[in-house]
């Protein structure tokens, strides 16, 4: 059995455009957090540099593990707020490979230097070697954040648009 229809041109691209548009918004939205909110990186960095500086005070054990506990609770509260406050959310089917490794190589960045820069002052024995070390650690990290957030997010617009180019050679 044939099925001839007829398709009119002129509505199939007024369709398509009433698809693309708010598409569009969605990733103009995210690329816009990405480039111009700083607000949550600096908020992390400073609950992080507060977390590293108390490494110095030479706490109880129990107030140690206090201490972590209270600062994975205001991470966690902080990724709540911050993912509720975007207008827009991807599909999880649209995060890219480069998010993913944003995230892990972040983790593995910001551990190295906590780890060599507490070595490094250790080993020079300076007062106070606590808040150096808390200072180079969430430098670091504010500095890593922003480019990688935005090379992370540069590639799904062109991905969206590579998925929609195959899905019209159907």
Known sequence: MIVNTTVDAEQAWQDLQRIRVPQERVYDEIERC??????????????????IATWGLKLPEWAFWLVLVAYVALLGTLAVFFSRRSRVRLHRSRYSWRQFATFFAGMI??????????HLAESLAPPFR???QATVSTGVFALFTGPANRWAVGTLRTRASRAADAGVGR
């Open 109 to 118: 960045v910001t551990a190295a230097v906590i780890l060599i820069s507490g």
């Open 34 to 51: 990405a480039h111009d909110d700083a607000k949550p990186t600096y908020t992390t960095a400073a609950i992080m540099w507060v977390f």
């Open 130 to 132: 606590s808040l150096i």
